[in-house]
């Protein structure tokens, strides 16, 4: 039995019939990396131009600023109130205030209505009871509700806080 002989084939390069070789064939870029490059292209570009319109410096609404005025500060007479307790014992609260005036133009109407005010926070302060004003969160609260009560009794003006400078609970 003779093996049969495979013919070998050579190496043959593909000529154009003019006798020149073809150019080899050109690689195409895979659509998902070209859909990739235009999505972070749009991303860097939205980010640059958000970027500007928001840092950018409009020197016309700079020097249109008003200069920004100081708080004024009115002492409030100090208050002396016993709390609520429902039991034998009396516990008092003694509170130091003094309100926030956001211009200094507010101080005589607020002076003048400090009868009202003195009345709104003898008011309240006579049903607080001492639990209410455990921890910062009491305070906190404390303040907010003074400050809601003197803005009602100085209508149509407001302030800005109330602060505190003393407060003892006996």
Same mark, same amino acid.
């Given at each position: ?24 064939? &050109?690689? @195409?870029?895979? =659509?998902? !990396?070209?859909?990739?490059? %235009?999505?972070?292209? +749009?991303? *860097? #570009? ?47 609260? &003694?509170? @130091?205030?003094? =309100?926030? !005036?956001?211009?200094?133009? %507010?101080?005589?109407? +607020?002076? *003048? #209505? ?57």
């Amino acid at each position: 039995m003779a093996a049969k002989a495979k013919p070998v084939e050579a190496d043959v390069e593909e000529t154009q019939p003019g006798g020149e070789e073809s150019p080899p064939p &050109k690689r @195409k870029l895979p =659509l998902k !990396l070209i859909v990739i490059a %235009l999505g972070a292209a +749009v991303v *860097l #570009a939205g980010t640059g131009i958000a970027g500007y319109l928001l840092f950018r410096g409009d020197k016309e609404t700079k020097s249109a600023a008003a200069p920004i005025k100081p708080p004024t500060f009115l002492d409030v007479p100090e208050v002396l109130v016993n709390l609520s307790t429902g039991g034998d014992r009396t516990q008092y609260l &003694k509170v @130091k205030i003094v =309100l926030e !005036l956001p211009d200094p133009s %507010l101080q005589p109407p +607020v002076q *003048l #209505a400090m009868p009202r005010v003195m009345d709104a926070f003898q008011t309240y302060l006579r049903e607080l009871r001492p639990t209410d004003l455990d921890g910062s969160a009491g305070l906190y609260r404390l303040r907010e509700e003074l400050t809601r009560r003197v803005n009602a009794a100085i209508s149509p003006s407001h302030i800005n806080a109330v602060l505190f400078k003393e407060i003892v609970v006996q």
